[in-house]
């Protein structure tokens, strides 16, 4: 089955440090997401991709995150430098965009960080 | 703007009991309306979807129908089982563009 691939699965890091999520949309997807999911907040929306081309980060902080697609299988999320504030399950998702209105997005299984 | 509303959780049902979890949403078009299911340590995946006005989505036994005049997407299960544990997301969509979640809602079955 196809699906959405994420690394690392899990990961603990130092105060300072930096962190760097991949992704592996699905192959033929033209749509990248990146969500965070907390306790507190839900899920939110940090950025979205379309045929690697950021459409919208707004809800990421710029001062130390970052988001990029290198190339169409490959989506990264950075965060330069790390704060426990940033401790979060973060996941990719991917989709298709087009005149299929049914049009449905995959998630990956998620990067659980734990800042400390 | 665009944006999803679903109620309040945690819901607690026991085995085989009828599962109602509403959804409401604001839209300024005609999006499609998906329900997502989170497993524990796993991903969002989607359970079912619905694209125009009238249609239901259906998988595993849950439905829900798309009511324009509503402006609702209320998920339901006649006989929920153990196995159906989960939080539930209901989502917005436009082309598969900007997807609007709501903040889920959690529900447990016990037997």
């Known amino acids: 089955d196809a699906r959405v691939t994420q690394t690392p699965r899990h990961k603990v890091t130092e105060m300072g440090q930096e962190v760097t999520m991949r992704c592996q949309p699905i192959l033929g997807h033209n749509t990248v997401f990146w969500y965070r999911q907390t306790m507190m907040q839900g899920l939110e929306l940090l950025a979205y991709?379309?045929?690697?081309?950021?459409?919208?980060d707004s809800g990421m902080p710029k001062d130390r995150f970052s988001a990029e697609m290198p190339d169409a299988t490959l989506a990264t999320l950075k965060i330069q430098p790390s704060e426990p504030r940033d401790s979060a399950v973060y996941f990719c998702?991917?989709?298709?965009?087009?005149?299929?209105?049914?049009?449905?997005?995959?998630f990956g299984e998620g990067s659980w960080l734990t800042v400390v | 703007g665009d944006s999803v509303t679903q109620m309040e959780g945690p819901v607690t049902l026991s085995e085989e009991a009828f599962l109602t979890i509403n959804c409401t949403y604001t839209a300024t078009g005609y999006p499609s309306l998906f329900w997502y299911v989170q497993y524990p340590g796993e991903g969002l995946q989607l359970l079912l979807k619905a694209t125009k006005a009238d249609d239901k989505g259906s998988n595993k036994g849950f439905e829900a129908t798309y009511r324009k005049e509503t402006t609702s997407f209320h998920l339901e299960k006649g006989s929920v089982q153990v196995s159906d544990s989960a939080v539930y997301f209901c989502?917005?969509?436009?082309?598969?563009?900007?997807?609007?979640f709501g903040t889920g809602t959690s529900l447990t079955v016990i037997p």
């Open positions: 989502a917005l969509s436009y082309l598969g563009n900007q997807f609007y």
């Open positions: 998702a991917s989709g298709t965009q087009g005149a299929d209105s049914g049009n449905t997005i995959y």
């Open positions: 991709f379309r045929n690697r081309a950021p459409l919208d």
